[in-house]
């Protein structure tokens, strides 16, 4: 059944969007019938002094060009146009102020699953959000319905979904460190996405 009047979250800084982002997208879609999915980029500066990170225009244009053939995906800035240190929380509350009955579905990795209780307030967040789990590293399987119980065990609100899909072993900084090398990139990252960092010269060392 799709979710009506719902939206679902994926995260990051995307520097940059690589093929395990998607995966984890269309196993949101095809798995729980998810239809309303938004990529947010957050607003990072640690690139600002290194010329080996994409800013915030290239990002979003990567994030669009990755996206544009689902239309079940959309992006949206509002991290990056707020500034500064943004916060998980922070996001939720602006969408729950627009949409309060809105019921929101949030993606991360496994590795994430493992500190989500770390995040700036967890029980809060843990209250207004289902989040929706993949397999990432070390956090298999099994490992994560074992955090999903202990999770439970400490919040009766929680809600945590497990994504049915294989560990995509890809990570953006594994991408960017690639291309510097001049090593192939090709099967990581979309197409699209791909000719747009050989077209602007984007990842590698001066």
């Known amino acids: 059944m799709i979710k009506e009047n ?3 979250i994926l995260g990051g800084s995307f520097n940059p969007i690589h093929n395990g982002h998607l995966e984890m997208a269309i196993s949101a879609h095809k798995e729980y019938n998810l239809d309303n999915i938004i990529f947010i980029p957050n607003k990072s500066t640690y690139y600002k002094d290194n010329d080996t990170f994409a800013g915030d225009d290239d990002r979003l244009e990567m994030i669009r060009l990755a996206t544009e053939d689902y239309s079940y995906m959309s992006i949206s800035d509002m991290e990056i146009r707020r500034g500064g240190i943004t916060h998980t929380i922070d996001t939720i509350r602006e ?6 009955e809105r019921k929101i579905y949030f993606i ?15 029980d809060e967040l843990l209250k207004l959000v289902t989040f929706l789990t993949a397999v990432r590293g070390k956090t298999d399987m099994r490992r994560s319905k074992e955090i999903i119980r202990d999770i439970y065990s400490r919040h009766d609100d929680a809600e945590i979904l497990m994504l049915n899909m294989k560990d995509y072993p890809v990570s953006s900084s ?11 990139i090709n099967g990581l990252v979309p197409d699209k996405v791909a000719a747009y960092i050989m077209s602007n010269n984007l990842y590698r060392r001066l």
């Open 6 to 8: 719902s939206i679902t």
């Open 95 to 100: 969408f729950k102020k627009m949409s309060p």
């Open 108 to 122: 991360i990795g496994g590795d994430s699953l493992e500190w989500i209780e770390k995040w700036v307030e967890a």
């Open 174 to 184: 594994e991408i960017r460190d690639r291309i510097s090398q001049g090593k192939d």
